[in-house]
């Protein structure tokens, strides 16, 4: 009965240790650089418009105008 017995406490210290390893390898050789150039970045001002937003504004007050014309037409 004991031969059968599986020692779960072990395997997932193994497991946790072999995510550790991988995270470890994976991460960045200048983490710290790179955690802060995005937070930089996170807390950048957004403006009202930024990017693309103003273009969507614009297409969507231009379809509205047009079906405002075509309704009073």
């Given amino acids: 009965m004991d031969s059968d017995h599986i020692n779960i406490r072990?395997?997932?210290q193994?497991?946790?240790a072999r995510q550790?390893?991988?995270a470890r390898l994976s991460a960045p050789a200048d983490?710290?650089?790179e955690l802060r150039q995005a937070?930089?970045?996170h807390r950048e001002p957004?403006?009202?418009f930024a990017g693309s937003d103003?273009?969507?504004f614009l297409q969507s007050f231009a379809v509205f105008f047009t079906a405002t014309m075509m309704f009073l037409i």
Wanted: no cysteine.
């Fill in 20 to 22: 550790l390893t991988i």
């Fill in 54 to 56: 103003l273009r969507l």
């Fill in 46 to 48: 957004v403006t009202i």
């Fill in 31 to 33: 983490w710290q650089g």
């Fill in 39 to 41: 937070l930089a970045a």
């Fill in 14 to 16: 193994a497991h946790s």
């Fill in 10 to 12: 072990r395997r997932i």
